[in-house]
């Protein structure tokens, strides 16, 4: 899986708007990147998935620029349960050894009041 | 449409002992990963499961082992427990071939003492 370098922590208040950005720049052509959230003492969840360009949900927007070789996670106006470690993940999930997945240190992300 | 299952929550076991683990996935799910979470190493990769084959191995000793049933549950074994074995132990499911989009239990919390 491609090597993939976020912040280790950041904050931000109740109501605002969250941008996480991931750089990813030996992403291989068929990868997809994609974000997991964690709460503490539970199992990671998936938030959402791209390939190019832009994604929405109901949770999170995911951008992803031409070149690939970055993505930021936008998690509209946070509150307090958006506390939690983001993390992202590149690779197609398919081909060898990135049949596993491969979790980096994750950032971790307060919410204050 | 239930989530991933695993039982026990929590195990205390003594070292030398050994211990097995339970995750049901979700219904239709054939994937199963298993991972092990502790503060300074993060999240590992341990093994997958596919239509009760073992398709991908992480760096763990031959102490982990693991498998899969017919119905896709799966059980991981954790032969003479050391103390760094404590550590919370999480299973995915995925529907498909990718494992880009996996879909984590609860987890277990194992403590060797």
């Known amino acids: 899986l491609a090597k993939t370098t976020q912040p280790i922590s950041m904050d931000s208040y109740e109501g605002q708007e969250v941008n996480i950005t991931c750089s990813h720049n030996?992403?291989?052509?068929?990868?997809?990147i994609t974000w997991y959230q964690q709460f503490p003492s539970q199992g990671p969840r998936f938030i959402i998935q791209g390939y190019k360009t832009k994604v929405t949900n109901e949770v999170a927007s995911l951008f992803i620029p031409a070149d690939r070789k970055s993505s930021t996670l936008s998690l509209p106006r946070v509150s307090l349960s958006d506390t939690a470690v983001y993390y992202c993940l590149v690779g197609d999930g398919f081909s060898g050894s990135a049949r596993q997945l491969t979790f980096g240190s994750g950032t971790q992300l307060t919410v204050l009041p | 449409k239930a989530g991933v299952t695993q039982t026990p929550r929590y195990l205390i076991k003594t070292r030398g002992q050994q211990v097995t683990l339970s995750c049901s996935p979700i219904s239709g799910h054939r994937s199963v990963s298993w991972y092990q979470q502790t503060p300074g190493q993060g999240l590992q990769f341990l093994f997958e499961y596919f239509s009760e084959t073992q398709r991908n191995k992480g760096n763990f000793p031959g102490r982990f082992s693991g498998r899969q049933f017919s119905n896709s549950r799966s059980e991981m074994n954790v032969s003479t427990l050391e103390l760094g074995d404590s550590a919370l132990y999480l299973c995915?499911?995925?529907?498909?071939?990718?494992?880009?989009?996996?879909?984590f239990g609860p987890g277990t919390r194992l403590t060797v003492t």
């Open positions: 995915a499911s995925s529907f498909g071939q990718s494992l880009l989009e996996q879909y």
């Open positions: 030996n992403i291989a052509t068929n990868d997809y």
